[in-house]
């Protein structure tokens, strides 16, 4: 039921689901999901690009529009423009052939106050397309598809060139539930270097889907497209919150958050998922997170999952590599289970695991992770059984430290050193996903944007 990531490295061709999620807060660095690909080695953090490609490198035109006039205004944007529409509610919204360039991004954004712009749905259509276009932006808007079928925000399939460079910034996607196959996301063309982050999607059947299948579940070679990038990549998956209900899923039950392996050779076969600092709660059905591929997984804070808190196992194809550190599991049954070995290799340590079963599917020591039953966790933790918003998982003084972890393993991963609230982990003594006891300084768990304290752009 929240929010935030990036996408896929080069191309999302494989199966990323994230059902029935009545909320989904999306954000890059401090604040949520980075979609975004580059150029690297797969452990290499330089394989994740900066987020800043629409820094303006000089001033742009700022041009004003209304319902009445903004589908002829987009039309003729060219890069450095801003958009900025009125309140108002507007017809569906076509972004084609639109071309930005680095630093001067097109820009379609809603007013810094006052109500938003409400971009309304129609029948047998998404709300808001984007068609062959790169270098824009989308900013402040309230996207409702009205229940009526169509997906909020969408990059179709066409045959022509990808849209790549997008950044979803601060929107509202609602009404995207018709079925479990709508999604408040959704993107099935070749694309890359996609920022989604501070967006509430609430009540989609699915909350964002990136990526798109052939009918064998596989994913493909990256296509020849010029720009495309070519080595490895890294998906960052950040400071999200991913909270499910418990509405039924007649497509299937599927996990708050999954993701799908990378091809076996070739283009993206050494790509990496990145995801860490990130709230996964609730899931009645399954687990709260599933993965296949190359991943690494750390100081994340997950609470519930009917069959385990994290699932790692073949799905599409095989699981490759899985480094699981420094997160903290709350789970009724299993905390981390193995359906498949990692044939690259695992480590699994400086987990702090509240579930009956902490470990299953692989012989792996325990001795360098914390765990206890789920009944024994309030004398670990803060407030383990609060409801969200008194939730609290921050360690009691002298109940979460071990033995110095040896992280030098994941010294080229992503904030290997950083804990769930940003901060150091001075000597890599505790175990879970927070560096610290007593007192949590830090954001406290709930069902809204993760912050770190600093401005943001979202409004909801």
């Known amino acids: ?45 330089s394989a994740v690009p900066s987020g800043d490609f629409c820094a303006a490198k000089g001033p742009g035109r700022v041009l004003r529009a209304d319902p009445s006039t903004y589908r002829e205004r987009v039309a003729t944007l060219q890069a450095g423009d801003t958009l900025l529409l009125a309140s108002g509610r507007y017809p569906r919204l076509t972004i084609a052939n639109l071309t930005g360039e680095p630093g001067r991004c097109i820009i379609v954004a809603g007013p810094a106050e006052g109500p938003r712009p409400v971009i309304a749905g129609q029948i047998r259509h ?30 179709p399939r066409t045959t022509h060139a990808a849209t790549h460079h997008i950044v979803l910034d601060g929107n509202l996607i609602i009404g995207a539930g018709a079925t479990q196959q709508t999604d408040g996301i959704s993107t099935k063309t070749p694309t890359w270097n996609w920022i989604i982050r501070r967006n509430a999607i609430v009540g989609a059947g699915t909350g964002i889907y990136l990526g798109d299948g052939d009918g064998s579940k596989h994913q493909l070679d990256r296509p020849a497209i010029a720009g495309m990038p070519h080595g490895p990549q890294s998906t960052v998956i950040r400071n999200n919150v991913f909270i499910k209900d418990d509405r039924p899923s007649p497509d299937g039950d599927r996990p708050n958050l999954l993701v799908a392996g990378f091809p076996d050779t070739g283009s993206g076969s050494h790509d990496l998922y990145q995801i860490y600092g990130n709230l996964l709660m609730h899931n009645p059905r399954e687990a709260l997170f599933q993965g296949s591929g190359r991943i690494s997984f750390h100081d994340n804070i997950l609470v519930g999952g009917q069959i385990a808190g994290v699932v790692l196992r073949d799905h599409d194809l095989p699981l490759k590599l899985a480094h699981i550190f420094n997160n903290t599991i709350y789970s009724p049954q299993t905390g981390i289970k193995f359906g498949s070995p990692a044939r690259e290799g695992h480590a699994v340590l400086g987990n702090l695991i509240f579930a009956e079963t902490p470990i299953a599917g692989l012989d792996i020591a325990t001795r360098d992770n914390l765990t206890a039953p789920p009944a024994d966790a309030r004398n670990y933790v803060r407030a383990p059984s609060a409801p969200l918003g008194a939730l609290d998982f921050y360690p009691l003084p002298g109940r979460a430290k071990g033995s110095p972890l040896d992280l030098s393993p994941f010294a080229g991963e992503l904030d290997f050193d950083r804990d769930f609230n940003g901060v150091g982990k001075d000597g890599h003594y505790f175990r879970g996903a927070y560096a610290g006891e007593g007192l949590n300084p830090g954001w406290r768990l709930r069902s809204q944007i993760k912050s770190d304290g600093s401005p943001q752009a979202a409004r909801f």
């Open 126 to 155: 998404s709300t808001v397309e984007i068609v062959d276009s790169s270098y824009v932006a989308l900013i402040g808007l309230a996207i409702d598809s009205l229940g009526i079928g169509g997906d909020g925000i969408k990059a």
């Open 1 to 45: 039921m929240r929010r935030n990531w990036d996408q896929r490295s080069s191309r999302c061709q494989g199966l990323h689901r994230i059902c029935e999620i009545l909320l989904v807060i999306l954000s890059i660095g401090a604040l949520g999901l980075d979609l975004a690909k580059g150029v690297g080695s797969p452990q290499d953090a």
